[in-house]
């Protein structure tokens, strides 16, 4: 047995505003990730088995390793059909928001239009601080995944027959990709029911890792051994370890979106270390990723200094400036945070 979560009032929201609803739209965050697209499939095959339009509508391009999810293809990226995206949105009576907390998280221009629409919304979430701007709010950052969520709340909502191998091989994607494949914030015992129900409903989850993690190119292989071998600081009295990967760098690689996912994890594989930053030149602004072990807030340091956030083992946020000034920057602060070594 799961224990109950989500409130009984929002799980009897949430099923009359689906009931209601005849225009639906899911969305979830920009640069979207296993659990973002994994929460946002998982909720788009139950609503079409419930025989109601559904789009999922995404800020940006979805990383290629997710590809092999059933529905992908049917994922309207808003940065590439701005008009037709806009319309659905415009037309739509029940939006959900899935994986992120705050309108900010859809980048500037699908933000505008979320929140100019007339739409009920829903947010299914598990980052810290949740924003009002929708009409049910269930966020629980004590939970590992959206994806997690969207499965409680089918549960909840008495319709567990109508979730099929297609909503829970992405459902399972989102769990295991949002844990590091079960490795961090995977102690909590419901989390392996799920996952035993997810197995009864015919995923095949060797396969699903295979599919996510072992389908690399030999430039992102390349990349990341570069990156390791020649990049990485290590600053052994503050227990922390940075990686910078320049534009030029990236190119030398043939850089593509997602090449560089998980390396600000590597340096947490050494004895230790703690805290993980990744610096990444972008075209106007320096991606700043994260990670860290035990209670070292790296959220803390994300919204203090990087203009950013998330959650306290994973956080992010972007740098207006050089790759040296937020070297510089980086060095300076940790002394900042020694208390939580
Ligand atoms: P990643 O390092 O994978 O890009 O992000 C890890 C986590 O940090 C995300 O799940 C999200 O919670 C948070 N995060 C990343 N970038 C940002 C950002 O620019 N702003 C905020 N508020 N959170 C971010
Ligand atoms: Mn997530």
Same mark, same amino acid.
């Given at each position: ?53 559904? @789009? ?80 049910? @709010? ?105 990686? @910078? ?59 203090? $200094?990087?203009? *950013?956030?998330? $959650?306290?083992?994973?956080?992010? *946020?972007?740098?207006?400036? @050089? ?19």
């Amino acid at each position: 047995m799961m224990s109950k979560i989500i409130s009984e009032n929002k799980v009897a929201q949430v099923a009359k505003l689906i009931d209601k609803a005849k225009n639906i739209v899911i969305v979830c965050h920009i640069a979207p990730d296993g659990d973002a697209i994994g929460s946002s499939l998982g909720m788009y095959h139950f609503l079409n088995a419930l025989d109601k339009m559904t @789009t999922v509508v995404i800020p940006d391009a979805m990383p290629d390793n997710l590809l092999f999810l059933k529905g992908t293809k049917e994922i309207l990226n808003y940065s590439k059909y701005p008009e037709f995206a806009g319309e659905l949105i415009e037309k739509a009576d029940l939006i959900f928001c899935l994986d992120f907390n705050a309108l900010k998280r859809l980048g500037e221009k699908m933000e505008v239009a979320i929140a100019s629409s007339k739409a009920r919304k829903v947010m299914v979430d598990h980052h810290l601080d949740p924003e009002g701007f929708c009409d049910v @709010t269930i966020s629980h950052p004590e939970i590992s995944s959206t994806s997690e969520l969207v499965f409680r709340l089918i549960c909840r909502m008495g319709m567990f027959d109508l979730f099929e191998t297609d909503s829970a091989t992405a459902i399972y994607t989102g769990m295991m990709t949002d844990t590091g494949n079960f490795t961090y914030n995977s102690n909590k015992s419901d989390m392996y029911f799920i996952i035993e129900e997810l197995i009864k409903k015919g995923i095949d989850k060797d396969e699903i890792y295979t599919k996510v993690f072992n389908t690399n190119t030999v430039d992102k292989i390349r990349l990341n051994g570069y990156a390791v071998s020649e990049k990485l600081e290590v600053f052994p009295k503050h227990k922390a370890a940075m990686i @910078t990967l320049t534009r030029e760098e990236l190119n030398r690689y043939h850089y593509r979106k997602g090449d560089s996912e998980g390396l600000v994890n590597v340096p947490l594989g050494i004895e230790n270390i703690v805290f993980s930053a990744f610096f990444r030149e972008e075209k106007d602004f320096i991606k700043v990723s994260l990670r860290s072990r035990g209670s070292f807030p790296a959220n803390k340091v994300a919204s203090e $200094h990087f203009n *950013g956030g998330g $959650h306290l083992n994973a956080a992010g *946020g972007e740098f207006y400036g @050089t790759m040296e000034e937020i070297k510089e920057r980086f060095v300076k602060i940790l002394p900042l945070y020694n208390q939580y070594l």
